[in-house]
């Protein structure tokens, strides 16, 4: 790099578990395996500035110390939609049952009969409905966060590594027509989309 910036790449993978391959049955540690991998590559080989947006805590640990990290997992689980979730069917019959749970034996059965009950309610009818609106409240919480730490003009090439980070995709797609947005994973800078 004779005094030019270097590239930038943001690979997005909000949710590796959900990847884009349609080989139901690898185990994600194989997916961030991949994802680590790349990012490696790019940062080493390429000379590319990297940056990494995702909303999962998990397996971080082996990324490349120059790959910027960017974690959505605190600004989701502060959204005010998982919160009011979480307080409706958990923290409101707790409250409602406490008195009943110092019976003893027959507080011990209202407290397992709550807790039973709020997980049902929490699979069967958040979860399935969070499935669908969590890609697009994480591009929103990307657009916020991430977007003011990164300068989208030196950006080169967004990889997109799973079906959640689709959305945030498209909408950088819209907003820079001149980007390079893809879910293909080749490991060079000059490849087409």
Do not use: C
């Not at 790019?42 to 000379?47: D, H, N, Q, S, T």
């Not at 640990?61 to 979730?85: C, N, S, Y």
């Amino acid at each position: 790099m004779n005094g030019t910036q270097a590239p930038r790449v943001l690979v997005l993978a909000m949710d590796p578990r959900l990847t884009m391959d349609p080989k139901p049955n690898v185990k994600p540690s194989r997916h961030y395996k991949r994802i680590i991998g790349l990012t490696a590559h790019f940062a080493e080989e390429e000379g590319a500035q990297v940056d990494l947006v995702t909303a999962e805590s998990g397996d971080w640990a082996e990324l490349d110390e120059r790959v910027r990290l960017h974690r959505l997992d605190r600004a989701e689980a502060r959204h005010p939609l998982p919160w009011l979730e979480h307080t409706i069917v958990v923290r409101v019959p707790r409250l409602i049952l406490w008195p009943m749970a110092r019976l003893g034996r027959p507080g011990a059965l209202v407290e397992s009969t709550r807790t039973k009950g709020s997980r049902f309610v929490h699979r069967r009818f958040f979860v399935p409905f969070y499935r669908h609106v969590r890609p697009h409240l994480l591009a929103r919480v990307a657009r916020r966060r991430v977007l003011r730490e990164i300068e989208m003009a030196e950006v080169v090439r967004v990889i997109v590594m799973d079906r959640t980070s689709v959305p945030f995709a498209r909408r950088l797609a819209r907003r820079h027509p001149d980007l390079v947005v893809t879910t293909r994973q080749d490991r060079s800078l000059d490849s087409k989309p």
